[in-house]
């Protein structure tokens, strides 16, 4: 019983990836039980540990909590990461909720067809280019500051650069048309728990391996 | 100018709705802006209305709020339907979250063809009845409390009697194992600013019809 809160997933990105960032960039040390199989999903169900029969779920402060974003705004709350009101709440929601969808698209891709990747590649990428990474750059040439909302880290800043790098893992000029992206992504990668999740033997999971994807989607099915 | 929120959507349920639920519930009188053509989704995109370039919209406090979760976590924040503190609005997050993935069901079955809606329709039964309900139904066995969290009106609340509703339009004796939520949907019912949401006349949109999927289509150009 270390006191730390514990991380229920299988060994890999997906949905928990977030998570894992967002205690990282808050300072705050977790241990992790990788489900390996689908007797240690069905061990968990049975436990009456996962409310919706659902991973990820993360116990801390004596809570079993499941959804994502259930998961992701208390520990904002927690650890500060929230903005310091009601409207800067709203304005880390809206953000956060917008590289949601992204995510949605990118987390997706490792486990396309072979036949489909590059089409599903190019939508992301247009996705990234048109719709998402331009609202950020906008957001940060408006205000001029060094974090998206109040001058302050947040839960946004985290969101974003996790899905930055995650886009240049996939292509890696994807920045190129977004100078201060960039530079956010080099300040952001120089915040010391930052830099700390970055380096090899961290919790960062790398992209799941294609030998690897039908263990995960066994364990789910 | 009134200094109501203003709602940006098209005229019917889709992903506004819960948003019209929880004002209403919270006793705000709202004004809507209805889009009829895609020409006025364009025109919003070009005015940076849109921060996406997607709806719902909806105007309030000087904002203007786009992606349901952050207009919704607002308004609760706001008319404080969010709990006391941290942990409950942790219960509160993740039961609007599991409520919002059966009505993501709700939301999808008018645009799934013939063929498929009757097994749809089959699943959202399963989903409500083996995953969803029954997690409500204890939560309010195990308190005894007329609301899900605190003892107090909710979001939470709110959205699940919402969903209650929209599973009962599509599967009308859903909720015969569950005599708890039975209770609370009647308890929910009578409380004066849903009993006013839920007469006629009110912002309540009707049960998404032919109607209703040809206008999202032409709008916002699903293919």
Same mark, same amino acid.
């Given at each position: 019983?270390?006191?730390?809160?514990?991380?229920?997933?299988?060994?890999?990105?997906?949905?928990?990836?977030?998570?894992?960032?967002?205690?990282?960039?808050?300072?705050?040390?977790?241990?992790?039980?990788?489900?390996?199989?689908?007797?240690?999903?069905?061990?968990?169900?049975?436990?009456?540990?996962?409310?919706?029969?659902?991973?990820?779920?993360?116990?801390?402060?004596?809570?079993?909590?499941?959804?994502?974003?259930?998961?992701?705004?208390?520990?904002?709350?927690?650890?500060?990461?929230?903005?310091?009101?009601?409207?800067?709440?709203?304005?880390?929601?809206?953000?956060?909720?917008?590289?949601?969808?992204?995510?949605?698209?990118?987390?997706?891709?490792?486990?396309?067809?072979?036949?489909?990747?590059?089409?599903?590649?190019?939508?992301?990428?247009?996705?990234?280019?048109?719709?998402?990474?331009?609202?950020?750059?906008?957001?940060?040439?408006?205000?001029?500051?060094?974090?998206?909302?109040?001058?302050?880290?947040?839960?946004?800043?985290?969101?974003?650069?996790?899905?930055?790098?995650?886009?240049?893992?996939?292509?890696?000029?994807?920045?190129?048309?977004?100078?201060?992206?960039?530079?956010?992504?080099?300040?952001?990668?120089?915040?010391?728990?930052?830099?700390?999740?970055?380096?090899?033997?961290?919790?960062?999971?790398?992209?799941?391996?294609?030998?690897?994807?039908?263990?995960?989607?066994?364990?789910?099915? | 100018?009134?200094?109501?929120?203003?709602?940006?959507?098209?005229?019917?349920?889709?992903?506004?709705?819960?948003?019209?639920?929880?004002?209403?519930?919270?006793?705000?009188?709202?004004?809507?802006?209805?889009?009829?053509?895609?020409?006025?989704?364009?025109?919003?995109?070009?005015?940076?209305?849109?921060?996406?370039?997607?709806?719902?919209?909806?105007?309030?406090?000087?904002?203007?709020?786009?992606?349901?979760?952050?207009?919704?976590?607002?308004?609760?924040?706001?008319?404080?339907?969010?709990?006391?503190?941290?942990?409950?609005?942790?219960?509160?997050?993740?039961?609007?979250?599991?409520?919002?993935? $059966? +009505?993501?069901? *709700? @939301?999808?079955?008018?645009?799934?063809? =013939?063929?498929?809606?009757?097994?749809?329709?089959?699943?959202? /039964?399963?989903?409500?009845?083996?995953?969803?309900?029954?997690?409500?139904?204890?939560?309010?066995?195990?308190?005894?409390?007329?609301?899900?969290?605190?003892?107090?009106?909710?979001?939470?609340?709110?959205? $699940? +009697?919402?969903? *209650? @509703?929209?599973?009962?339009?599509?599967? =009308?004796?859903?909720?015969?194992?569950?005599?708890?939520?039975? /209770?609370?949907?009647?308890?929910?019912?009578?409380?004066?600013?849903?009993?006013?949401?839920?007469?006629?006349?009110?912002?309540?949109?009707?049960?998404?019809?032919?109607?209703?999927?040809?206008?999202?289509?032409?709008?916002?150009?699903?293919?």
């Amino acid at each position: 019983m270390s006191g730390k809160p514990v991380l229920h997933y299988p060994n890999t990105r997906g949905r928990m990836e977030s998570v894992r960032w967002l205690l990282a960039a808050a300072g705050v040390e977790f241990e992790e039980r990788f489900l390996e199989k689908k007797e240690d999903l069905q061990k968990l169900k049975s436990d009456g540990s996962l409310l919706f029969q659902q991973v990820p779920m993360v116990e801390i402060d004596g809570m079993k909590l499941v959804q994502t974003r259930a998961i992701l705004n208390y520990i904002a709350g927690k650890y500060n990461l929230y903005g310091k009101d009601l409207k800067e709440r709203a304005l880390i929601d809206m953000y956060v909720e917008g590289l949601a969808d992204l995510f949605e698209l990118i987390m997706y891709h490792e486990f396309k067809p072979a036949n489909e990747k590059e089409k599903d590649l190019a939508n992301i990428m247009d996705k990234a280019t048109n719709r998402y990474l331009p609202v950020f750059e906008k957001v940060l040439k408006d205000h001029g500051h060094d974090f998206l909302v109040g001058n302050k880290l947040s839960k946004a800043d985290v969101s974003l650069l996790e899905n930055i790098l995650w886009l240049e893992e996939l292509k890696p000029d994807a920045l190129a048309k977004f100078p201060l992206l960039q530079s956010f992504k080099a300040r952001m990668s120089n915040i010391p728990n930052i830099k700390k999740f970055l380096q090899p033997g961290s919790a960062k999971k790398p992209l799941i391996q294609e030998k690897d994807i039908p263990n995960v989607i066994a364990i789910f099915h | 100018m009134s200094g109501k929120p203003r709602l940006t959507y098209i005229n019917g349920r889709g992903r506004m709705e819960s948003i019209r639920w929880l004002l209403a519930a919270a006793g705000v009188e709202f004004e809507e802006i209805f889009l009829q053509t895609r020409e006025q989704l364009l025109k919003l995109g070009q005015d940076g209305s849109l921060l996406f370039h997607q709806l719902p919209l909806v105007e309030i406090d000087g904002m203007k709020l786009v992606q349901c979760r952050a207009i919704l976590s607002y308004i609760a924040g706001k008319y404080n339907l969010y709990g006391k503190d941290l942990k409950e609005r942790a219960l509160i997050d993740m039961y609007v979250e599991g409520i919002s993935d $059966l +009505m993501q069901l *709700i @939301l999808m079955f008018p645009f799934s063809p =013939p063929e498929a809606k009757e097994k749809k329709i089959a699943t959202i /039964a399963e989903k409500a009845t083996e995953r969803y309900f029954p997690v409500f139904e204890k939560v309010l066995k195990q308190h005894g409390q007329d609301f899900l969290v605190g003892n107090r009106f909710s979001w939470a609340d709110v959205q $699940l +009697m919402e969903a *209650i @509703l929209a599973v009962e339009e599509k599967v =009308p004796s859903v909720l015969s194992g569950f005599p708890q939520l039975q /209770a609370f949907k009647t308890k929910m019912s009578n409380m004066p600013t849903i009993k006013k949401f839920l007469q006629p006349g009110s912002p309540r949109k009707p049960p998404p019809d032919e109607n209703y999927v040809a206008t999202v289509m032409k709008i916002f150009k699903l293919d």
